[in-house]
C-alpha cells in the first residue's frame, strides 16, 4: 500500500469553476500535510499545508485535513487556465524531514 | 524561502558514464535532500544530506550507485554512477523552510538522459 493515494486524472474544470483535489495517507502517525504545484518541466512549488484538523483558507486555495478519516484536500476557488498543473500531495511522518509525495493530479482549466 | 540553484539544468549522457550534480542554498542549512522524477511519476527521495556525515540513503538507493557530499551547509553533490536509461530522471534537491513544520522548497531541478 502506497503511503500516498491520489487519483491521477486529469480532472477537467471550466474556468471559474471550483476544483476539488483529493489525497489520503496511510500512515495515522503523519502529522503535516503539504500540496505542492507542478508545472510541466518544472519543480514542484509549495502553494499550501495544513496540520490541524478542518479547513485552512490562503486566497483562492482552501485546504481541509481530516485525520479520522486519513484524508486532505485541496479547493481551488475561480480556477484560472494558469492554475493547469500537477498537483502533488505530500505528507511528513512523525516530523521528520522525510516526505511522501502522492503521484500527482494533473488538473486542467479549460478557458 | 531559501533560493537554491544546480548545475547542470540538463545533460544527455552515454550509459556507463557518470554526472554530478551540483545543488549550492543561499543560505546555510542543516539537512539537504536529493529525489528522483522519473518520466510521469512522482517524487522519490534519494537521501538525506547532512553536513559532517555520511548521507543517509532510503531503501532501493545505495552509496555506490549515488555517492552524495555535503563539504559545507550551503552545497551538496550527488553523482549517478555508471548510468543506464533506467536513470533517466528530473534530480531535484531540496530544503527545509523555516516554518517549523518541515515544509521543503524545491531546486530547478536537472534532467538528466541516458542514451
Known amino acids: 500500500q502506497k503511503e500516498v493515494e491520489q487519483n491521477s486524472g486529469p480532472l477537467s474544470v471550466p474556468e471559474g469553476a471550483i476544483a476539488s483535489l483529493n489525497c489520503t495517507y496511510s500512515d495515522r ?3 503535516s500535510f503539504f500540496w505542492y504545484r507542478q508545472y510541466s518541466g518544472k519543480s514542484p512549488e509549495l502553494i499550501m499545508f495544513i496540520y490541524s484538523n478542518g ?33 502533488l500531495c505530500a505528507v511528513n511522518l512523525y516530523n521528520f524531514n522525510k ?7 494533473k488538473l486542467n482549466v479549460k478557458p | 524561502s531559501a533560493v537554491i ?6 545533460d544527455i549522457c552515454q550509459r556507463g558514464t557518470s554526472l554530478t550534480i551540483q545543488c549550492q542554498v543561499d543560505s546555510q542549512v542543516t539537512m539537504m535532500f536529493w529525489y528522483r522524477q522519473q518520466p510521469g ?21 545505495v552509496i555506490d550507485k549515488f555517492p552524495i557530499s555535503r563539504p559545507n551547509l550551503t552545497f551538496s553533490t550527488l553523482t549517478v ?13 531540496s530544503v527545509p523552510g523555516e516554518g517549523g513544520l518541515n515544509e521543503q522548497y524545491f531546486g530547478p531541478g536537472t534532467r538528466l538522459t541516458v542514451t
Do not use: H, W
Request: aromatic letters at 10%; glycine letters at 8%.
Open chain 1, 29 to 31: 502517525g503523519s502529522q
Open chain 2, 5 to 10: 540553484s544546480q548545475k547542470p539544468s540538463r
Open chain 1, 55 to 87: 479547513d485552512k483558507e490562503d486566497g483562492r486555495f482552501t485546504a481541509q485535513l481530516n485525520k479520522a478519516s486519513q484524508y486532505v484536500s485541496l479547493l481551488i476557488r475561480d480556477s484560472q487556465p494558469s492554475d493547469s498543473a500537477t498537483y
Open chain 1, 99 to 105: 516526505f511522501y509525495f502522492g503521484s500527482g493530479t
Open chain 2, 81 to 93: 554512477s555508471n548510468m543506464s536509461p533506467e536513470d533517466s530522471s528530473i534530480y531535484l534537491c
Open chain 2, 41 to 61: 511519476q512522482s517524487l522519490t527521495l534519494i537521501a538525506t544530506a547532512n553536513q559532517g556525515s555520511e548521507a543517509t540513503y532510503e531503501s532501493g538507493f
